[in-house]
């Protein structure tokens, strides 16, 4: 066995456990907290579940606003540009209001750490599949060289 298959074969490995990560919620929390990307997101998460009853503005200088942006764009297919601002009005459940253009919208009255979750965990299988391909690959392009 060639070194560049044992390398595929370790990346393969990896990409598996990545995959595996976002399966299981504590698994995912924690990579997402480590995950330079992600930290941003989860740190947000965090604060909407803490920062009772007032409440949580992002504005468009937040590191997490662009991920933020696609969450809800991807839930409401609304374009979104200002700030966002999420008024607590129960148990982990918010309505957004969002600013387009000069008018205030709301946005939503969902459980948002949900779409967040579930964002994050579809962040985290394509980063594992991605492993997945590049060990593929590695792989296959020893097999081709010998």
Avoid: C
């Avoid at 370790?10 to 456990?17: P, R």
């Avoid at 330079?36 to 740190?43: F, I, K, N, T, Y």
């Amino acid at each position: 066995m060639s070194i560049l298959t044992t390398v595929g074969l370790v990346i393969d490995l990896v990409g598996a456990v990545v995959i595996l990560a976002a399966d299981f919620p504590d698994l995912r929390d924690e990579f997402a907290y480590y995950s330079p990307r992600l930290s941003h997101v989860e740190r947000l998460k965090r604060d909407l579940k803490s920062r009772r009853p007032s409440g949580v503005k992002i504005s468009p200088e937040h590191k997490a606003y662009s991920d933020l942006i696609d969450i809800l764009e991807e839930k409401n297919l609304e374009p979104i540009d200002g700030e966002i601002v999420f008024g607590n009005i129960g148990l982990s459940r918010f309505v957004v209001h969002a600013t387009r253009k000069t008018d205030q919208h709301r946005l939503a009255t969902e459980d948002i750490q949900t779409w967040i979750e579930n964002w994050t965990e579809k962040h985290i299988r394509r980063l594992g599949l991605s492993f997945l391909v590049i060990g593929f690959l590695s792989q296959l392009i020893d097999s081709v060289l010998v």
